[in-house]
């Protein structure tokens, strides 16, 4: 369907996983994307050549998020680009979808680490968010990936936990302050989602990870773009401040 045209989006970390996903399910739709990434330019553009296959739209920007400049760095390309495609510099999706793992348990955490997890989870979409709102028209939407662990007890990912329980702080918020625009501000929480870790490759890991779901399966990255893309349609339009459990059911207990 179409329920995107005419809208521009941007997926930070969208050269794979549930950003990837995300990308093209948005694209699908309808919608100009740009795919963000970091490090992995050669998979950002497959991601662009497999919406150009299926006649989408898309464009490929880079920008490490997490140091200073980070929020300038990302907008000053997303404007050229979006100017030259569509004669504007307007966004009407925000998908905050870039993060990083801790790895590193509670007790050997350093404090460096510490602050990367939270400049990368919470800081850099908080900036985003409020360098996003200039270019957002009115009926925007802003959907933030957090995780099933703010609801999860999980002891070896507590500062991982605890950057995407500030990140949670946004969708309330500013939900409240965004609603007079009709722009929607969400979470949704994945739970184990398959991506490219090597752990997705050992049978024995992947029941026992699969067994903390209701339908006993992990996750595949389009479980997850399928609910980032309803939120960013029209029919979303009466959700705003949302927790979305998107976990397959893995936090019934
Ligand atoms: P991946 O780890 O597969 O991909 C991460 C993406 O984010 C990549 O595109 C990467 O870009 C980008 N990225 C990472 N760090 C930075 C940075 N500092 N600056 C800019 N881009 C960055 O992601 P997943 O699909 O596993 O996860 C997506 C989101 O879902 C994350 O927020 C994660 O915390 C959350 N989540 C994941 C779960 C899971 O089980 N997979 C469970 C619950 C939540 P590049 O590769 O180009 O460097």
């Known amino acids: ?23 093209i399910r948005l694209a699908e739709e309808g919608a100009l994307v740009a795919v963000h990434y970091t490090s992995d330019g050669a998979a950002a553009e497959e991601v662009v050549a497999s919406v150009e296959k299926d006649g989408g739209r898309a464009f490929a920007i880079r920008a490490e998020l997490g140091v200073p400049g980070d929020v300038e760095s990302l907008f000053g390309a997303l404007e050229a680009d979006l100017l030259e495609r569509t004669g504007s510099t307007d ?7 870039a993060g990083v793992m801790g790895g590193v348990g509670p007790a050997d ?19 985003l968010i ?18 099933g662990l703010t609801r999860f007890a999980n002891p070896d990912e507590i500062a ?6 500030a990140l949670e702080q946004l969708a309330l918020h500013y ?15 994945p739970g184990i989602t398959r991506n490219g ?24 990255p389009e479980d997850v773009a399928d609910v980032v893309a309803f939120l960013a349609t029209d029919e979303a339009r009466w959700i705003t401040g949302s927790f979305v459990d998107a976990t397959g059911g893995t936090l019934l207990g």
Do not use: C
């Not at 090597?198 to 903390?212: G, H, K, N, R, T």
């Open 1 to 23: 369907t179409d329920r995107l045209a005419g809208r521009t989006a941007l997926v930070t970390g969208s050269s794979r996983g549930m950003g990837r996903a995300a990308a």
């Open 91 to 97: 966004l009407h999706i925000l998908v905050n979808n």
């Open 109 to 127: 955490i350093t404090p460096d680490q510490f602050d990367r997890i939270f400049a990368v989870n919470a800081k850099a979409p908080f900036f």
């Open 130 to 147: 409020q360098r996003a709102l200039r270019n957002m028209p009115d009926g925007g939407r802003i959907i933030n990936i957090s995780s």
């Open 160 to 165: 991982y936990a605890m950057s995407k329980g």
């Open 175 to 189: 939900a409240k302050a965004l609603g007079p625009r009709g722009i929607t501000i969400n979470s949704v929480a």
């Open 197 to 220: 870790n090597p752990v997705f490759d050992i049978p024995e890991a992947v029941e026992q990870m699969a067994s903390l779901s209701a339908f006993n399966r992990v996750g595949e």
